[in-house]
């Protein structure tokens, strides 16, 4: 089946020492989209690509980047995870066409220590 | 800008009665609406979708949703409910043409006991 694929499903890492969460999708979607979810918060949009346009959104902190090598990968780069970066990180892709939606993946639950 | 309000943040309710989760939107753009469920450790799975034409939109599950631009609403109905919808609902809306590209409303936890 076509998806949206994130690895690891949960990954712990140490306090400011850098991590990437990785991202593939077989639907051949054109938009990749990085989302913070935060313990009981509602998601938030960190950054999406459309195509290799990446688009940061205005508060997005530095210490997240992000790389859209090819069409179907996607990773998300903290450079110095702090304890406050501990979320569930949701990838999803999109059609940049009219009459679409979001297809979520399963999620990486980021821990830090 | 685009914001989305759920007004209520947990509604329990007993196994095979029905449900109401309500969602109010605001924009001053066409928008697209969305509801969204997440079980605990998952991702989000796409309920139902509002783009365009009939108010009354069906989804997965045996939810609905209608649409009430007067109202800026887009409240989610089942008739029945299932212990396994026992789930975190969000209420999300995106500007026309850009369906990825979420606002998310804080979510309600719906728990259903027997």
């Known amino acids: 089946d076509a998806m949206v694929i994130q690895n690891p499903r949960y990954q712990v890492t140490q306090f400011g020492k850098p991590v990437t969460l990785s991202c593939s999708q077989t639907?051949?979607?054109?938009?990749m989209y990085w989302y913070q979810q935060k313990s009981s918060q509602a998601p938030k949009l960190l950054f999406h690509?459309?195509?290799?346009?990446?688009?940061n959104e205005a508060d997005t902190p530095d210490n997240f980047q992000s790389r859209r090598p090819n069409t179907s990968f996607c990773f998300l780069d903290i450079r110095s995870p702090g304890l406050g970066d501990a979320a569930m990180y949701l990838c999803?892709?999109?059609?940049?066409?009219?009459?679409?939606?979001?297809?979520f993946g399963q999620g990486t639950r980021l821990t830090v220590v | 800008a685009q914001s989305v309000t759920q007004l209520d943040s947990q509604v329990p309710v007993f196994e095979e009665a029905p449900v109401e989760l309500r969602c109010n939107y605001s924009?001053?753009?066409?928008?697209?609406l969305f509801w969204y469920v997440q079980y605990p450790n998952q991702g989000l799975q796409l309920l139902l979708k509002?783009?365009?034409?009939?108010?009354l939109v069906k989804g997965i599950n045996g939810f609905e949703a209608e649409f009430n631009k007067s109202q800026t609403s887009f409240h989610l109905r089942k008739p029945s409910v299932h212990i396994s919808d026992t789930a975190e609902y969000f209420c999300?809306?995106?500007?026309?043409?850009?369906?990825?590209?979420?606002?998310f409303g804080q979510g309600t936890e719906l728990s259903v006991k027997p």
């Open positions: 999803a892709t999109s059609r940049q066409a009219m009459n679409t939606e979001a297809f």
């Open positions: 639907l051949n979607h054109n938009v």
């Open positions: 690509y459309y195509d290799k346009d990446f688009n």
């Open positions: 924009s001053s753009v066409s928008v697209y």
């Open positions: 509002y783009l365009s034409g009939s108010t």
């Open positions: 999300a809306v995106s500007q026309y043409n850009q369906g990825g590209k979420l606002i």
